[in-house]
Antibody, heavy 115, light 111 residues
Framework: EVQLVESGGALVKPGGSLRLSCATSRFTFRNAWMSWVRQAPGKGLEWVGRIKTNTDGGTTDYAAPVQGRFTISRDDSKKMLYLQMNSLKSEDTAVYYC??????WGQGTLVTVSS | QSVLTQPPSVSAAPGQKVTISCSGSSSTIGSNYVSWYQQVPGTVPKLLIYENNKRPSGIPDRFSGSKSGTSATLGITGLQTGDEADYYCGTWDTSLGVVWVFGGGTKLTVL
């Protein structure tokens, strides 16, 4: 069974930075397009961004609210996915999920942006 | 306001059938596959349907998906109390770059 385990969630002040990690196993990570999806408390799902496989160019796409502030990267040798979040705002408060091909989801990690 | 429009809530009795609609546009549903997700309160979203009407392994055939033009529909037959959850549609939006969009979600209540 595919395993995705996020870590790195924390309480951070507005304007601060945070890096989330997603450790993966039991599937061929290098062949998977990976996405981050978030869910604010009591709200719906919001796609954050995606990174293609290196075979497909390793390019990234982001949702408008995070474009220019968030960066997704991957390390195929470690089977790891990352989300670097800068200039954090209160509206970035959410549970952040790592997903493989938008099919398999991790348990999520909570990011709280508050002073 | 979501790019994909879903009814906020639907309800039906156990054993009955319910459908949940998802309305988009030519740059979303009209030109891309649709997925559906189930999120039972307090749990992680689970993929129910992909590529409009395909079910991942382990998803019962009580769940079905269809697409017509710029709209998609999730159908659930033989409703069970365990089906009470939030349901989300999702697809790619190619109007300005390439982004994935979710519907606002539909809360299913099994009366």
């Amino acid at each position: 069974e595919v395993q995705l385990v996020e870590s790195g969630g924390a309480l951070v002040k507005p304007g601060g930075s945070l890096r989330l990690s997603c450790a993966t196993s039991r599937f061929t990570f290098r062949n998977a397009w990976m996405s981050w999806v978030r869910q604010a408390p009591g709200k719906g799902l919001e796609w954050v961004g995606r990174i293609k496989t290196n075979t497909d160019g390793g390019t990234t796409d982001y949702a408008a609210p995070v474009q220019g502030r968030f960066t997704i990267s991957r390390d195929d040798s470690k089977k790891m996915l990352y989300l670097q979040m800068n200039s954090l705002k209160s509206e970035d408060t959410a549970v952040y999920y790592c997903t493989a091909q938008l099919a398999n989801w991790g348990q999520g990690t909570l990011v709280t942006v508050s002073s | 306001q979501s790019v994909l429009t879903q009814p906020p809530s639907v309800s039906a009795a156990p054993g009955q059938k319910v459908t949940i609609s998802c309305s988009g546009s030519s740059s979303t549903i009209g030109s891309n596959y649709v997925s559906w997700y189930q999120q039972v309160p307090g749990t992680v979203p689970k993929l129910l349907i992909y590529e409009n009407n395909k079910r991942p392994s382990g998803i019962p055939d009580r769940f079905s998906g269809s697409k017509s033009g710029t709209s998609a529909t999730l159908g659930i037959t033989g409703l069970q109390t365990g089906d009470e959850a939030d349901y989300y549609c999702g697809t790619w939006d190619t109007s300005l770059g390439v982004v994935w969009v979710f519907g606002g979600g539909t809360k299913l209540t099994v009366l």
